[in-house]
């Protein structure tokens, strides 16, 4: 595994007036609330090995854990990422509203806050205005450490907001998506207690529902949400260029299953609407697989598939 050289000049934040940012609208309340929800279920994690040593896993918590982490995290990478943000397939009305409510159940964003960031992103990879580069503080190991824990999660805390009408206004003229955005709270709500009553009922216990909640919940939340910020920042950092890309996106085998494929991210950033990322022999990639299911059953078309001579004038020998 190589370490991404320094080639571009670093990040800065020198202030000018920026139309793509505005004000964030969350107040400290928000802000403490969201270090709650990174640092609660985190701890979850840490318990979670003596937890499953002694006993509290079973079968129901492992099932309730899997597909709730299935469901959320193809919810970000099928429509967050390559339907919404990057157009690689077309979808019919009812599988465009369920992968938005699916992707909202990770708890990351709502679908137009989401799509805003990450168009600002591929507008900016790793240069000034990038809202998550790695590279913001500059080249030397100091600074990418710190650059590092800023690309991971410390932008979320941010007190600028990426503009959706500037970089989504074909999602914030789409009443579902306005609808599915403004119910947001109403899905981290739902995302943190059906785990709860799935185990509960699966076991027809308290104990059942309480370590549904605490694997399906809290282990599950925290383990995506670290796999996603993880593109963000290892996925900038480190790992194998294999394309051309203007910027120092880089594939990292390792992250391959746990983030369904989003982290050949060099082949991303090289072709962004492409629906495959994992497009050389080996390079596993479960959400391009479940757009060609889509497509098959009928319910996605004009999928974007890899374009053999499109990747081969990419392809850096």
Partial sequence: MTIAPAGTPSVTDRPQARPEIEPDPKGTFEK???GVFIAVPL????????????????????????VMYGVSGLGVTVGYHRHFTHGSFKAKRPLRIALAIAGGLSIEMSVIDWVAVHRRHHKYSDQENDPHSPWRFGNDWRALTKGLIWAHMGWLFDSRRTSP??????????????RISRFFPGLV????????????LLTMSWWGALTGFFWGALVRVSLLHHVTWSINSICHAMGEEEFEARDKSRNVWWLAIPSFGESWHNLHHADPTCARHGVLPGQLDSSARTIWLF????????????NPERLAAKRIS
Avoid: Q, T, Y
């Fill in 32 to 34: 403490v609330l969201m």
């Fill in 43 to 66: 701890l979850a994690v840490v318990a979670a090995v003596p937890f499953a040593w002694g006993w509290g896993l079973g079968w129901s918590d492992l099932a309730i854990m899997f």
């Fill in 165 to 178: 009408s500037k970089f989504c206004p074909d999602l914030m003229a789409d009443k579902d998506m306005r």
């Fill in 189 to 200: 709500a739902i995302s943190l207690l059906l785990p709860a009553a799935l185990g509960g």
């Fill in 295 to 306: 497509e098959k059953l009928g319910w996605a078309w004009d999928v974007r598939w890899p």
